[in-house]
């Protein structure tokens, strides 16, 4: 696997941050996961973001809120439901967040169906696009 591939928002969950972070503590102290906190993106679109690597070798995945306009993580939001962004690099990602219990809501489902070539084509293009090599 390899750790460096490009991200995509691949799916949501619609859960409290509460809800969210206690999930992935109890999976890491389970040892089910590694997880890397990155926390506020430097543009401020992000306030919360947690890499989340899967310990039994499923894709890697991150969790975050995308353009929320506030914490969260804060005391008067931290449990209330949210729609939460899932990043991942393929549609697997929405596999291994859904095997460690995250009640993912498939954004990918329509291009789950698309033979190989055309998923690597979807995602070929969504790196040129990112890249700004394509509008």
């Known amino acids: ?3 460096n591939k490009p991200t ?3 799916g949501t ?3 409290s941050y509460y809800s969210i972070k206690s999930n992935i503590d109890m999976l890491e102290d389970e040892g ?3 997880v890397k906190n990155l926390g506020p993106s430097s543009d401020g679109k992000v306030t919360n ?3 989340i690597y899967p310990n039994d070798g499923g894709e890697r995945f991150t969790i975050y809120d995308y353009k929320f306009g506030f914490d969260p993580s804060d ?3 931290y449990d ?3 729609n939460f962004s ?3 690099s393929s549609p697997e990602s929405v596999e291994s967040a859904r095997q460690l219990g995250f009640n993912v809501e498939n954004y990918l489902q329509e291009i789950k169906q698309m033979p190989n070539d055309d998923l690597d084509e979807y995602f070929i293009n969504k790196m040129k696009y990112r890249a700004g090599i394509i509008k």
Do not use: A, P, S
Request: aromatic content about 12%; charged content about 40%.
């Open 75 to 77: 005391e008067d939001h």
């Open 32 to 34: 089910r996961i590694t």
């Open 86 to 88: 899932i990043g991942g």
């Open 80 to 82: 209330e439901e949210y």
């Open 49 to 51: 973001e947690f890499v």
């Open 1 to 3: 696997m390899l750790k």
């Open 13 to 15: 969950i619609n859960d």
């Open 8 to 10: 995509f928002r691949v």
